[in-house]
Every structure is written in structure tokens, then in C-alpha cells.
């Protein structure tokens, strides 16, 4: 592409992202793992559409936070006419705002964007606005972010745009809570620097109008793991810019009113959510998991501070401890130029350039992060600063130093690597590839090969050496290579919801739920998975993933709350139907497993029963009515109804 072609792409680039995204929508693509489902249910009802759903990609198991649970919730939300309670998956009804924000009619909606398409289009088109919608903009908000930064250094913005969206991280965790935080802090300085520096009177107006609703969606994500390290970061890098480039900025005392408006939107809309919803918000917040932690760091080694060596390679092959989400990091260099970040600063000091305010903020943010993951914060000191909501500030931390390390490439670029000599500029590197190596471990060569451990390192240093000796578009073509091999196949690319709609259970589901559309639904003895299947096809099933504890059924099931500490919780809830007293165990820190007896189906009035497992004998013996009504793939379905 030659120079005038780019300099037009990037003068265009948010129509081109436009007209991208409503080519997605036309061919309703997503990155959805939802064909997981055809593992559980192969029959299906129409062969040619099940054809056309898988594009390219494969379908990952390890991402049922997203196939599992936030696609069935969503979902749900259709055949709950975009309440904000329902009962599609508990007895009491939950919380739609709280439960991964699903799409409501409410106005807090208008700050989540992302979801407008499932109430303007249903559910199909819906998650292809809400998926495509999604990386579209971490790469336009990251690169706009780095464009900031750097003072427009298209190249570093470009490669810097690709490190953050297809990060293994951001990638391996796509969809729930934490990269929309990303996605909405990136935002925010974006939004918060041209709304004091931008020239043009309709782009000012357009961040004023935007200003709050986006405030809004960053506030009521609801993650604050992530949450409060970038709301730091974001506050303190767009102060550090305003002051770098307090000469370009457009805002006067006269123009208070355009601070006013999104401050009234923001304050309404945040009151109408307290008022209506804080009780639900404090049951959250109490409950034993997740709301009841509190962090003081400490949890991590030096290690985690380089981009894991076995990231690259997670597409291709399932780690071998963990599992590949909890194993992906993002791929950054921010160790090694924390090397070389005072001799950086000084030659910056001594030209008196103001970008160093930049560069210090972000090296300082970056020192704290590291000193609360390695050696702690006291408890007092953790409250004081709300680092006791960050339990994985790895995350945070890895978002950080692909800023630093785009910040640093840009530093040195500015003034041709002059800060350094020849031979600093090959040595260096090597230095950071044989510290690599130290972390090799028998762990990681079970997982792969060594020569493929040795091939990454080398390429590693050989992009630190492209940066320091000035190449800078085989730099950008490395880091952009790579960031596609890491990060590009993590997702598949898929069209359409058939493995959700196009199976006979499917289909029996939603018109058994449209006749009966209070029937109540359990699914018994199997994967929480199909338990969220029922609500996405319509029914009500008072087992699905429920975000707050389902009170009124516990009222039923446990009326001394002998089993708060099991249920008190996020939690995927399996049923076995027994004949002893009900109880409740504790599987994992969100799973459980409800051993219910048999007479309290009638408590909860169940109407069908979805299982693997011949339950008619058991029920019977209670006197009640037992009937099959529908099987498919081992699957039963039955209708019980009470003398």
C-alpha cells in the first residue's frame, strides 16, 4: 500500500470500520463457541443450515463462561420481552442488569451499545453486533489510544491497535466482563482527550453526547478486578496528555455545560439504577463468591511479569496445567524496557521534552502494579487504594505494559534510537532472550517442543532489535504476524445460532414454552450447559446459571439456611432428584450440586423435567404423574403433574 492509499485508509478508518461492521451484521458472523452444543445434541432438525453455520475456526470448550452461560442469557432476554427481571432461569428472577448486563428496555442501556442489537433485531443478528461490534472497536479504540500517545505515530499505533485486541488474553476471555473493560476505558481517554483538544465543533458535541452513556457502561460492567486498575490508568494517563498538550486544548470556563450534560445523564442514570436495584447490587456484592474477596497481591513471581512463552502456541494445542484462558497473557516486551527506561528518560530530560510526562506516568503505574503482584500491599494499604478488588492484577498489569512497551518503541523511534550505541542496540536484546531462556522449564518443554520454545525467543529478540536499530515497518509486520498467530484463530468464525435453534429439543423447547409459557422447567443429571440450553430456547428452568442467589427458592429448599455458604454464590447449579432430605454441595467455587428430594419438585411446581436419566419409577412411587414426552440423543423430557 503506498503512502497516499494508507493516509487515506487512516483519515477513513472509522467508516471503513462501519462499513465493515454492517458487512458482519449482513452475513451475521460472530466468534461464538456455541457449536459446542451439537456435541451435546448432533440430531438436528435441518441438515443445510447446520451446514452453513462453521465458517473456519474451532469451537473451544474451555470458553463456556461465553457459550455456556452469557450467549443463553442473552438469549433468554428475547422470550422475556427485555425485562430487567426474569425468571428464565430461577424461581425468584434475577437481575438482567447484573447478569453480564444483558440487553434490557431500560435506560442504562444507552450506555451499552454492544447490546442494542439484540433489541433491535433479535437474537441472531444480535450476537453478530454484539461480537463483531466488540473487536471492531478494540482495535479502533486501541489504536485512537495509541495515535494519542505517541503524538500520531501511525506505525506504533497500528501494531499497537493488533497487540491489545488479538492478545491471547483479551482473546482466550472475549465476551464476558473483562475485555468490554478494556474496551470502555480505552474509550473513555479517547473520548476525554478530544473532548477538551478537538477543533471541530460537531466532534466536540459528538464527545459531549457520547461522553455519558459511556461513563455509564465502564460503571455498570461490574468487574472490578479490572475496573479499578484501568480507571486509574485512564485517569492518569489523560491528565499526563491534557498537560503535554495543554496548547491544543479548546475547552473554556464558557463551555461548562458541556462537562454539565453528560455529568446529569451520568447521575440519572446511575440514581434510577440505585434506587430501583441496590439491593440486588448489595446481594451481589455479598455474596461468598465472588463478592466477599479481598486481595493484597503478593500472588505472583517475577515471571509473570514476561508474556508467558506458551501463549503463542494456545490456539494450536491445550496447555498442559490450568487451561488455556487462565494460561494466556498478553504478549509485551515491558520487562525490558523497564531496563532501559532511565537511560530513555534522561536523554528526554536533557531535550526537554514533554513527552517524558507520558512516559513517567506510565513507568510509575506499571512499578506499583508489579510491587502489588510480587510482594503485596498491607490490608489498610489495599482499602485505601481499592487494589482489594484486584485478585488477578496480572490482567490489568499485561494491558499496562503493552502501553508501556508501544510508549517506549515510540520513545526511541522519535529520536532514531539515539539514546543508545551501536553495540547497546544488539546486546540488549540478547541479554532479555537469555533471561528467556531461564524460564524454560520441564512444565512448558512437556507442553512443546524446545526447538519451538528456542524459535519464539529468538524471534522475540529480533523484534527488539528491529526497534532499537530503526526498522520500522519490519518491526510493525513482526509484531503484527505475531499478534495473528497468537491471537487471530483463538475464535472461530461462524454464521448464524443453529447449534442452538436447529435441533428437535430445540424446537420442542420454545413451542412447548410459547403454549405454556410458565411452565416451570428442571434439568436433571446433566452438564450445567444444557441447563442454560432450556432458557435460551424460551422455557423457564429454575436451574440455569444464576449471578445472584435465587432466594425465594432457597425459602423452599432450605428454609434454615444450613446450606448458605454453598449457595450463597455465582453458581452453575446440577440436580440430582433423590429420595432423602434435599442438601446442597459444594463442587466448586461456582458450581453446585443440589441433591433435591423428590417431593420439593411440587414446591417449586416443576411442570418438565429435562434428563439422562429414567426418573419415571422415582416419581411415581411419590404419586405423581410421570409422562415421556419428547427424547432425542439420550435426552428426556417429562411432564409431571401433581394428584
Given amino acids: ?298 500472588d505472583n513471581s517475577i515471571i509473570d511479569l514476561f508474556t508467558a512463552l506458551s501463549s503463542i502456541f494456545l490456539p494450536y494445542r491445550d496447555i498442559n496445567v490450568a487451561n488455556n484462558s487462565e494460561a494466556s497473557t498478553f504478549i509485551q516486551f515491558a520487562p525490558f524496557f523497564i531496563v532501559l527506561f532511565p537511560k530513555i528518560a534522561r536523554f528526554y530530560r536533557e531535550k526537554d521534552d514533554r513527552d517524558l510526562l507520558v512516559g513517567k506516568a506510565i513507568f510509575i503505574m506499571i512499578l506499583v502494579q508489579i510491587v502489588f503482584m510480587c510482594a503485596g500491599f498491607t490490608t489498610i494499604l489495599s482499602q485505601i487504594t481499592f487494589f482489594k478488588y484486584i485478585n488477578r492484577m496480572k490482567i490489568p498489569y499485561g494491558w499496562l505494559a503493552v502501553i508501556f512497551t508501544v510508549w517506549c518503541i515510540y520513545a526511541i523511534w522519535k529520536y532514531n534510537g539515539q539514546m543508545f550505541k551501536k553495540w547497546e542496540k544488539i546486546l540488549y536484546p540478547c541479554l532479555f532472550g537469555g533471561v528467556y531462556c531461564t524460564f524454560i522449564t520441564d512444565e512448558l518443554t512437556q507442553y512443546v517442543s524446545v526447538k519451538y520454545i528456542l524459535a519464539e525467543i529468538v524471534l522475540f529478540v529480533f523484534i527488539l532489535i528491529s526497534v532499537m536499530i530503526q526498522f520500522r515497518k519490519l518491526t510493525s509486520c513482526l509484531i503484527i504476524g505475531v499478534m495473528c498467530i497468537a491471537g487471530i484463530t483463538v475464535n472461530p468464525i461462524r454464521h448464524g445460532i443453529s447449534p442452538i435453534t436447529n435441533h428437535p429439543i430445540s424446537q420442542f423447547i420454545e413451542s412447548t414454552s410459547k403454549n405454556k409459557p410458565d411452565a416451570k422447567w428442571i434439568a436433571v443429571d446433566v452438564n450445567f450447559t444444557l441447563n442454560n440450553f432450556i432458557m435460551a430456547n424460551g422455557a423457564q428452568v429454575v436451574n440455569g446459571t444464576n449471578f445472584l442467589p435465587d432466594f425465594d427458592k432457597w425459602k423452599l429448599l432450605d428454609k434454615v439456611n444450613l446450606y448458605e455458604e454453598s449457595w450463597n454464590r455465582y453458581a452453575h447449579q446440577l440436580v440430582t432428584v433423590v429420595d432423602d432430605s434435599t442438601s446442597v454441595a459444594l463442587e466448586q467455587n461456582d458450581s453446585i450440586h443440589v441433591y433435591l428430594n423428590v417431593e420439593d419438585l411440587k414446591k417449586m411446581d416443576i411442570e418438565y423435567v429435562f434428563t439422562q436419566t429414567n426418573i419415571l419409577g422415582l416419581i411415581s412411587d411419590h404419586n405423581m404423574k410421570c409422562d415421556e414426552v419428547f427424547e432425542q440423543d439420550g435426552y428426556h423430557v417429562y411432564q409431571i403433574s401433581y394428584n
Avoid at 497487540?163 to 478494556?182: D, G, R, T, Y
Wanted: proline share 4%; aromatic share 18%.
Fill in 1 to 298: 500500500m503506498n503512502s497516499n492509499k494508507f493516509n487515506n485508509f487512516i483519515k477513513w478508518r472509522w467508516l471503513i470500520a462501519l462499513i465493515v461492521f454492517i458487512l458482519c451484521l449482513i452475513f451475521k458472523l460472530h466468534g461464538s463457541s456455541m457449536g459446542m452444543y451439537n456435541t451435546f445434541l448432533p440430531t438436528v432438525t435441518d441438515q443445510k443450515e447446520a451446514d452453513k453455520y462453521s465458517v473456519i475456526g474451532t469451537d473451544r470448550a474451555i470458553r463456556s463462561d461465553e457459550w455456556a452461560v452469557q450467549v443463553p442469557t442473552f438469549f433468554s432476554q428475547y422470550y422475556n420481552d427485555y425485562n430487567v427481571m426474569s425468571e428464565q432461569m430461577s424461581v425468584g428472577g434475577e437481575n438482567m442488569i447484573l447478569d453480564y448486563f444483558a440487553p434490557v428496555k431500560s435506560i442504562v442501556t444507552l450506555g451499552k451499545p454492544l447490546n442494542w442489537g439484540y433489541l433491535f433485531f433479535g437474537n441472531e443478528v444480535g450476537l453478530s453486533w454484539y461480537w463483531c461490534g466488540q473487536l471492531i472497536l478494540l482495535f479502533m479504540t486501541a489504536f485512537e489510544l495509541f495515535i494519542i500517545l505517541t503524538n500520531r505515530c501511525v506505525k506504533a499505533s497500528a501494531f499497537g491497535a493488533f497487540m491489545i485486541a488479538l492478545s491471547p488474553c483479551i482473546q482466550w476471555w472475549f465476551l464476558p466482563h473483562m475485555p468490554i473493560v478494556f474496551l470502555y476505558g480505552m474509550a473513555l481517554f479517547d473520548i476525554g482527550y478530544y473532548f477538551f483538544t478537538a477543533k471541530k465543533k460537531w466532534l466536540r458535541w459528538l464527545m459531549t453526547i457520547i461522553a455519558g452513556p459511556i461513563v455509564l457502561g465502564f460503571a455498570l460492567s461490574i468487574f472490578p478486578s479490572c475496573q479499578v486498575p484501568v480507571a486509574i490508568i485512564v485517569v492518569v494517563l489523560l491528565i499526563m496528555c491534557l498537560i503535554r498538550d495543554k496548547q491544543s486544548i479548546e475547552f473554556s470556563p464558557k463551555q461548562w455545560y458541556r462537562i454539565a450534560i453528560p455529568m446529569v445523564f451520568v447521575c440519572i442514570s446511575m440514581g434510577y439504577f440505585i434506587i430501583n436495584y441496590s439491593n440486588d447490587l448489595m446481594a451481589e456484592m455479598n455474596t461468598v463468591y465472588p463478592g466477599k474477596r479481598v486481595s493484597v497481591g503478593g
